[in-house]
């Protein structure tokens, strides 16, 4: 991934400064690479690349003026290469089909909203659900509705465009309801610590 | 009046309050005359809710500090390759050599990459250099080899040109010594892989003879 920085605007960041810049979010950073990931252990060695990789080009973290969604890209894109390395299809870019229409997906009728809102109170099932979404859609939706990024922000994560998120996003959250309408209550198989 | 659709286009927006001005009002006044419009909101609301509540696995103990401690490794890693390319051979004047392999296991399997360093050491006619071996957790049967060039030995195993050892790693350091023989004046360079399922880190040391005493020190090298 290649990041454009004026010359000028380059500084000198010691490794007392990065240390700075980075650990407000780490965490953060933990948490987004365990929602990809589904795995302790794989979420702390990505983070661990992503800071040692962030390390050598620490100039260029001065520079940037709003650092999250910045490192949120650089460790997207890191899980994104890993797991094309190893083989398997993690679409940045969207599908054949997919247009930038916002409006897309809203024509999904709701499922009855109360039993819908009891099924996502159960979190397994709610993440059992998620889990079971195409890439691009769970995706989408771990950046936005469960992480809390704005669309701009997930734009600057992923690359795509907004309004090419605003339509994705639209579609996940249609076929999240509808896998949720269609599944037994607590079919949740995966629990997660609390 | 706005249609019912476009309104709820824009609660996402809406709530993480980046709508303009005018977009703004006129949502507000449209939920201010469409129950429907209301009610879907809240739902809205709830989903929200509901997915920022998903619970995740918190790191492990200590999570933060090993990834700033790997960073400070780095750093001093660093530090060290400068101050060693700064110091003219002077530096270099040592009997035990420390060269420094930094590993990243990762358990669920490698990708085939054999990633490099090199070091260049100063050792005296007998001298010992030690690998040093950082694993981030326990490893199992990792495989140590050793390439040797001609006129350099390891005591013990004269003449020997390719050495191999099997060994676990225990989380944090490792040292892996090596008393060296130097048999002639250009010195040589050594290979030392060490593998674990098929990633493979490998380091280059030049050792080069040093001439006079037997002073410690810590002249080597991580690049």
């Known amino acids: 991934m290649a990041t454009i920085i004026p010359w000028k605007r380059r500084a000198r960041v010691d490794e007392e400064g990065f240390e700075q810049l980075l650990r407000p979010h780490l965490q953060a950073m933990y948490r987004l690479a365990w929602r990809l990931l589904r795995n302790r252990e794989d979420a702390e060695d990505l983070v661990q690349e992503v800071v040692l990789q962030l390390y050598r080009r620490r100039e260029e973290l001065a520079a940037v003026e709003v650092l999250r969604p910045w490192l949120m890209r650089v460790l997207y894109h890191r899980f994104v290469d890993e797991q094309r390395r190893r083989g398997r299809q993690v679409p940045l870019a969207e599908p054949d089909g997919e247009t930038d229409d ?15 809102l ?44 907004v309004g090419t998120l605003k339509s994705r996003l639209n579609r996940a959250r249609a076929a999240l309801k509808k896998v949720l ?7 949740g198989l995966r629990r997660v610590a609390e | 009046m706005t249609d019912c659709k476009t309104i709820r286009q824009r609660f996402d927006d809406y709530q993480s309050h980046s709508l303009s001005r005018p977009d703004l009002d006129d949502l507000e006044a449209h939920l201010n005359d469409c129950a429907a419009c209301r009610e879907a909101l809240d739902a809205h609301r709830a989903w929200r809710v509901a997915m920022a509540g998903l619970p995740f696995e918190p790191p492990s ?44 296991f990762v358990p669920s399997g490698g990708d085939g990459s054999e990633a490099m360093r090199v070091a260049e050491v100063m050792l005296p006619e007998h001298g010992q250099l030690r690998l040093r071996i950082q694993a981030d957790r326990p490893v199992q049967d990792a495989s140590l080899s050793l390439e040797l060039p001609p006129g350099l030995e390891l005591a013990g195993y004269e003449g020997q040109r390719r050495l191999q050892w099997r060994s ?42 040093r001439m006079t005493g037997a002073e410690l020190g810590w002249p080597a090298v991580v690049v």
């Open chain 1, 102 to 116: 916002p409006l897309d997906g809203v024509a999904h009728p709701d499922p009855e909203p109360g039993q819908l």
């Open chain 1, 118 to 161: 009891q099924r996502m109170q159960d979190v397994s099932t709610l993440q059992a659900a998620l889990d079971g979404l195409p890439e691009i859609h769970r995706q989408v939706l771990l950046l936005h509705d469960v992480e809390g990024y704005t669309l701009k922000e997930v734009s600057v994560i992923t690359g795509a465009p």
């Open chain 1, 181 to 187: 309408t269609e599944m037994e209550p607590s079919a």
């Open chain 2, 61 to 104: 103990p200590g999570f933060e500090e090993r990834v700033l401690g790997a960073v400070r490794r780095e750093a001093k890693g660093r530090g060290h390759r400068r101050a060693f390319f700064a110091g003219v051979g002077v530096a270099l004047a040592a009997s035990l050599a420390v060269a420094v392999v930094l590993l990243r």
């Open chain 2, 168 to 209: 676990d790693l225990a989380a944090g350091t490792n040292y892996l010594s090596l008393p060296l023989r130097l048999r002639n004046p250009q010195g040589g360079e050594l290979v030392a892989r060490v593998r674990v399922g098929d990633r493979t880190r490998v380091i280059r040391v030049r050792v080069r003879p």
